[in-house]
């Protein structure tokens, strides 16, 4: 195992709320960047995934499922990956990530550098196999994100209540993307134990899609995950990977000489979201998040969106992880 520096974990969670311009939406819009966890750590900034993968290694600790130089073999496309490589070597744990080979390759490089060793699969399928090989040939421990109830249980415990706080009670809706399903899920329990909010999430329209991190829900046990409650939401809608980009393109532009509206952030002060709100002086978002907003774009579209409704969409991670991704000479 990789020396790895030590990780503070304190850096995790209460991250700020930003007030989204949606020219095409009447109401309040926010959204929530998820990259601010670990932000000020080794390797960069964090996402949203950086909670559960927190999350799952303390369940697991608490069960005596770990000890110190434990393997933990996790399949990964890379947000979680990332995650329980920065965490799980700070712990003192080996950490292999399985990943197939379209995965970002800034993904890879970042669970290297983390300490963490990366198996190639030949697709997202094959990975979830050679993954459970792996962990019975090494007598590994695997997480599980797609099938963890530690996954959910985070968002609602943190995620759910910061944005209920953070709007002063106000949020009318929740809009999330669906990969392993845990942040819909979890934000949207707490949400709704706290008042009348309208939980939405979304998926992607083709199998073949370049929305990095969410899947297309097809009945098999990969794409539609144990802690996946779909049946709890109002909605969920079909995004094409061309609305995702073009709205995360749009953010781009309409932030290209101004920042958004902060509110509420919580552990973070003014000058330490500035300094990791942008990249190379550019606003980028994952696709994920302009998926997120191109949701918001069909509510409005269809009318379920009044003037006075709040609504609240997680960014996931910022735009440079995808940099090696064909789309995204398009995007940029």
Known sequence: MADAPPIDESHIGETPLFEIDHPEVACEVYAKPEWYNLHAQPYGGGSVKTRIARS???????????????LVVEPSSGNTG??????????GYDVEIVMPEEAP???AEAIRAAGGSVTYAEDYETMLDLADRRVAARG??????????ANPAVHERTTGPEIHAQTNGRVTHFVA????????TGVGRALR???DVTVVGYEPAEPRHGIDGLKYVC??????????ARDELDDVLSVPTADAYYEARCLRERYAARDPVIHATGQYDRDTVDAHLRVDGEFLVGASSGGALAAVTRLADRGDLDADDVVVVPFPDRGDRYADIP??????
Do not use: C, F, I
Request: proline fraction near 5%; avoid cysteine; glycine fraction near 16%.
């Open 193 to 195: 134990e706290r008042g």
């Open 327 to 332: 789309l995204w000479n398009d995007y940029v």
């Open 56 to 70: 799952m290694l303390d369940a697991a600790a608490a069960d005596g499922e770990l000890d110190d130089g434990t």
């Open 82 to 91: 990332t995650a329980l490589a920065r965490l799980g070597v700070a712990r």
């Open 219 to 228: 009945g098999s046990r990969y794409h539609d995950p144990g802690v996946y």
């Open 105 to 107: 390759a800034q993904k």
């Open 140 to 149: 590994a421990y695997m997480p599980n994100q797609y099938g963890n109830p």
């Open 177 to 184: 993307g669906a990969g392993s399903g845990g942040t819909v």
